[in-house]
């Protein structure tokens, strides 16, 4: 399969939504694509290809970390000079509905499962491409960061990680104080295991590294605590205003998640004085709380 063919089906495959439509273009990939490292980067198939890797369709998840691993270990017996296995085969030797085990059931012990104690070292990876010691020692823990847990490839990894180090150089003018925490900073969010959307979207290119450098803390929070802080948040808002405002209970409105109409409620005004009062609602059955204007 040539460089086009391959760039139409991955630009098919950054369209499509459909699940079955998805898994199609790549299986196709997986059984025709014989990667080099030089065709990854041009037709941005690894980038594209690793971006599907936490779909919700557990096949095609499946799928891809099947594929990304045998790519993976094509390049490296490229490196080494071995006879590169073709991913088809791979996906054969596994079988045909291999593509359809569960993530977290991988088969064949070590040829299966997502490497947990990748490093730039195990990867074989150069990362003393300065004459200094400390932007290479930053190159390396954020390479080891980003392949916790993923079956990326190597020259992707490091091509991401440079691109990281040196906007952070660039921005903080050097290898000052603030650029050491500043590589700290993400360091300790891409490292964090409860994490592993923020490394898959900052691998896919979904979050640059001018994004990523400009992230606040809680934009590089673990989805989970996310949740928790929003919900907080949420509560907190309605406690403080329901504290200074007289409530009223009625069975006007009817709750969303219990469905009963035993209500209490304030007003308040939140916007500008031509804008119409929020009505901050509370449902006195199961405490779901919400808001409309």
Aim: charged share 30%.
């Amino acid at each position: 399969m040539d460089g086009k063919e391959i760039q139409q089906l991955v630009k098919s495959l950054s369209k499509a939504s459909a699940n079955e439509e998805v898994h199609n273009i790549l299986k196709i990939l997986h059984e025709k694509v014989e990667p080099t490292a030089q065709l990854l980067r041009e037709t941005k198939l690894g980038l594209v290809v690793n971006g599907f890797r936490s779909h919700p369709d557990p096949k095609v998840a499946e799928l891809v970390r099947v594929t990304v691993k045998a790519w993976r270990d094509n390049l490296t017996s490229q490196k080494s000079g071995a006879k590169p296995k073709s991913a088809a085969a791979t996906l054969n030797r596994k079988g045909s509905t291999s593509a359809t085990l569960p993530a977290n059931k991988p088969a064949n012990g070590d040829q299966a499962g997502t490497p947990t104690q990748r490093t730039a070292k195990s990867d074989k990876v150069n990362v003393d491409i300065y004459d200094d010691k400390v932007r290479n020692s930053c190159l390396e823990v954020t390479y080891n960061a980003l392949c916790l847990d993923n079956d990326a490839p190597p020259d992707q990894i490091i091509e991401i990680s440079k691109s990281i180090e040196q906007y952070v150089h660039k921005a903080e003018k050097g290898t000052s104080a603030s650029y050491k925490a500043k590589m700290r900073s993400l360091y300790v969010n891409l490292k964090n295991k409860q994490n592993p959307q923020l490394r898959s979207r900052v691998i896919s290119g979904q979050v640059s590294p001018e994004r990523l450098y400009n992230m606040s803390p809680q934009e590089l929070a673990p989805e989970k605590l996310k949740e928790e802080i929003h919900e907080l948040e949420k509560k907190n808002l309605f406690n403080a205003r329901g504290a200074k405002e007289q409530r009223a209970t009625t069975d006007r409105f009817t709750c969303g998640k219990c469905k009963q109409k035993k209500v209490s409620y304030y007003q308040m005004q939140t916007r500008s004085a031509d804008e119409p009062l929020t009505t901050f609602c509370t449902c006195e059955n199961c405490g779901n709380r919400w808001k409309f204007s």
